[in-house]
């Protein structure tokens, strides 16, 4: 493969809100060893900022607090009309959220193109962005937070009041419910609050006093001390907002821009990389009083490619990753050949040594889990995975090169390699090239196409034949190879599961796709893994693949014993690991094996 070309990303812009579809999540602001700024202190204080327009844990709670609030959260069901979130709701990706800076509450809603007419819906500052191709961001407020009563300020174009009961806390002579506002306050740490010179002290409500108990002089003192205290944590709320959005595509582009410094001289990269973790496991085995570690440090590709992963995880991020010119830059990483210098290559030596292997499987790993992170988040991304990208390498290939081609051949590579030779950085490059291709093809009608026609089943299944081989025993498999091969035959699964309920548009390329995946290799390989599995999750995702398979698969009488003594070990008395399934759990196998065996025996 030629070396890829080192362009500056496209001039283009993106505009869009920057409230959509996700709350936000970032790490601080500081500069690295590598001149690269990262994002866990500004994560600090957005979270220290919101603490007082959110109900969080109150200051002191301890591990078990914490558990117990996620233990009973729930994940709210999306619909077109805005809903307001409780203090520990959770929501599924690709939302369109906000927040009212005012009072901290959140509100959350499918997207929907007329989601602009609908910003005044909720009270609260929303921004709209224009983000640059060199990363800058120009934000504009296009609705403010009223302070105070102006009557119509607070009604929508139909004249209807959005500051109701179910949207906004009671207010008394103000925007400001300062009950409300104290009990938020409070939970913050004493330190915090230092801050703001003290939190002014209520008499106790239950004696029946608080802020109603209030004399006029008093009530006049303490509203006055709660608005400077409120209006200060606003603006610092807002200040930080406006900051995450003008850093994160800057901080983006110049991830970017490392990925292509490293593919300038990937040796000299990953000589310094080498050595960096040389000393490291010195000074650990020389038990070196070290500083701990700081993880915002990103000196390296492989940092850079995991931070990078944890950004694209939000859907406006992962857009800006890709308008900002990153997905050719980071997808020709797949390559060996541009992990190579000038001078290996012109020589079309790819040799490489052990150690250098280990740090390009590590580089190679963490770049397919960036493509299988980004891709997973939306259907507006589907497209990335027919992009051809030849006009990125130089020479130009001769043969469209797409993110699938070039994560089947990895794939393929690995068919032709022994087991049990594998290091550990090569099977962690094996699982995440099979879990971005999986991200890039499942619900994507057209690029299982493209699978397809690059004969993606057949190199699968060849991974599954090699990795559902048994120990020398023949009774066992490996527990690495148990978990790959019971990804790959889940994929399997998904994609016949997708095209006979949804076809794909094209019946003789979905039959084509079914014949490809119930073939004897498919359907014995889910035997032995169903019946060899390591564990109850490998074996009941291998019952699962199964059962879609059976009505086309020419099972033998071989597969028809493995069956039926699984769900003989289901029904005994014994002390085996299905035998003693809880009730319930046992039932959903049994429910699994009587069903294929069903199909069996109708296929005789």
């Known amino acids: 493969m030629p070396a890829p070309k080192v362009e500056q990303p496209p001039s283009q812009n993106i505009s869009r809100e920057r409230h959509r579809r996700r709350q936000r999540c970032c790490r601080g602001r500081a500069t690295n060893t590598a001149g690269l700024p990262t994002f866990t202190t500004l994560l600090l204080f957005i979270h220290v900022a919101i603490f007082a327009a959110i109900s969080f844990v109150p200051a002191g709670a301890g591990l078990g607090s914490i558990s117990l609030l996620?233990?009973?959260?729930?994940?709210?069901?999306?619909?077109?009309?805005?809903?307001?979130?409780?203090?520990?709701?959770?929501?599924?990706?690709?939302?369109?959220?906000?927040?009212?800076?005012?009072?901290?509450?959140?509100?959350?809603?499918?997207?929907?193109?007329?989601?602009?007419?609908?910003?005044?819906?909720?009270?609260?500052?929303?921004?709209?962005?224009?983000?640059?191709?060199?990363?800058?961001?120009?934000?504009?407020?296009?609705?403010?937070?009223?302070?105070?009563?102006?009557?119509?300020?607070?009604?929508?174009?139909?004249?209807?009041?959005?500051?109701?009961?179910?949207?906004?806390?009671?207010t008394s002579g103000s925007d400001y419910d300062y009950d409300m506002m104290h009990r938020t306050l409070s939970k913050l740490p004493d330190d915090e609050m230092e801050r703001y010179g003290g939190l002014p002290a209520l008499p106790s409500s239950s004696d029946g006093g608080g802020y109603k108990s209030l004399t006029a002089k008093e009530r006049q003192a303490f509203e006055e001390r709660m608005a400077a205290i409120w209006k200060q944590r606003q603006e610092?709320?807002?200040?930080?907002?406006?900051?995450?959005?003008?850093?994160?595509?800057?901080?983006?582009?110049?991830?970017?821009?490392?990925?292509q410094s490293y593919l300038e001289n990937p040796q000299e990269h990953r000589t310094e990389l080498a050595e960096e973790r040389r000393l490291q496991e010195q000074e650990a085995a020389d038990n070196a009083n070290v500083e701990e570690e700081d993880e915002d440090?990103?000196?390296?590709?492989?940092?850079?490619?995991?931070?990078?992963?944890?950004?694209?995880?939000?859907?406006?991020?992962?857009?800006?990753?890709?308008?900002?010119?990153?997905?050719?830059?980071?997808?020709?990483?797949?390559?060996?050949?541009?992990?190579?210098?000038?001078?290996?290559?012109?020589?079309?030596?790819?040799?490489?040594?052990?150690?250098?292997?280990?740090?390009?499987?590590?580089?190679?790993?963490?770049?397919?889990?960036?493509?299988?992170?980004?891709?997973?988040?939306?259907?507006?991304?589907?497209?990335?995975?027919?992009?051809?990208?030849?006009?990125?390498?130089?020479?130009?290939?001769?043969?469209?090169?797409?993110?699938?081609?070039?994560?089947?051949?990895?794939?393929?590579?690995?068919?032709?390699?022994?087991?049990?030779?594998?290091?550990?950085?090569?099977?962690?490059?094996?699982?995440?090239?099979?879990?971005?291709l999986g991200s890039l093809i499942r619900g994507n009608p057209a690029a299982t196409k493209h699978f397809q026609d690059l004969g993606g089943p057949s190199i699968l299944v060849t991974s599954l034949i090699q990795s559902t081989k048994t120990s020398p025993d023949g009774n066992t498999l490996s527990t690495s190879s148990a978990k790959f091969a019971s990804k790959v035959l889940g994929l399997g699964g998904d994609l016949l599961e997708d095209v006979l309920v949804n076809g794909n548009g094209d019946v003789d390329a979905?039959?084509?796709?079914?014949?490809?995946?119930?073939?004897?290799?498919?359907?014995?390989?889910?035997?032995?893994?169903?019946?060899?599995?390591?564990?109850?999750?490998?074996?009941?995702?291998?019952?699962?693949?199964?059962?879609?398979?059976?009505?086309?698969?020419?099972?033998?009488?071989?597969?028809?014993?493995?069956?039926?003594?699984?769900?003989?070990?289901?029904?005994?008395?014994?002390?085996?690991?299905?035998?003693?399934?809880?009730?319930?759990?046992?039932?959903?196998?049994?429910?699994?094996?009587?069903?294929?065996?069903?199909?069996m025996d109708a296929h005789q």
Request: hydrophobic share 40%.
């Open 70 to 170: 996620f233990c009973e959260a729930r994940e709210i069901v999306a619909t077109n009309e805005w809903q307001q979130l409780g203090e520990n709701d959770t929501i599924p990706a690709g939302l369109h959220v906000k927040m009212d800076l005012s009072t901290g509450g959140r509100w959350a809603k499918l997207p929907s193109d007329d989601d602009e007419e609908s910003e005044e819906a909720i009270k609260g500052a929303v921004y709209d962005a224009s983000i640059n191709a060199d990363g800058s961001v120009t934000a504009t407020a296009v609705v403010a937070v009223p302070q105070d009563n102006e009557g119509d300020n607070d009604r929508d174009d139909h004249g209807s009041n959005v500051n109701d009961a179910q949207t906004q806390p009671a």
């Open 236 to 259: 610092e709320i807002q200040n930080a907002q406006e900051e995450f959005m003008a850093d994160m595509p800057k901080m983006l582009l110049q991830r970017i821009k490392y990925v």
């Open 297 to 436: 440090v990103v000196s390296n590709i492989v940092d850079v490619l995991k931070d990078v992963e944890y950004h694209v995880t939000d859907v406006d991020h992962a857009r800006d990753f890709h308008t900002l010119g990153g997905w050719p830059v980071l997808v020709s990483l797949l390559t060996d050949a541009v992990h190579m210098s000038s001078d290996d290559s012109a020589d079309n030596s790819t040799v490489v040594s052990d150690v250098d292997r280990g740090l390009l499987d590590e580089i190679q790993a963490a770049a397919a889990w960036v493509i299988g992170t980004a891709v997973k988040n939306h259907d507006e991304f589907h497209s990335w995975a027919l992009e051809d990208l030849r006009t990125a390498f130089v020479p130009t290939p001769d043969q469209p090169v797409t993110v699938i081609s070039l994560l089947l051949a990895n794939l393929e590579a690995f068919s032709a390699d022994a087991q049990e030779s594998l290091s550990s950085t090569s099977l962690s490059k094996r699982q995440r090239c099979l879990y971005a």
């Open 510 to 599: 979905s039959k084509g796709l079914i014949d490809l995946l119930t073939t004897d290799s498919w359907c014995h390989s889910a035997v032995s893994l169903a019946s060899k599995g390591s564990s109850l999750q490998i074996r009941e995702r291998s019952l699962i693949a199964m059962k879609l398979m059976a009505p086309y698969c020419n099972f033998n009488e071989e597969d028809r014993k493995a069956v039926r003594q699984i769900g003989a070990e289901l029904h005994s008395k014994g002390e085996s690991e299905l035998s003693s399934l809880e009730p319930e759990i046992k039932a959903e196998f049994v429910q699994l094996v009587d069903a294929i065996l069903k199909e």
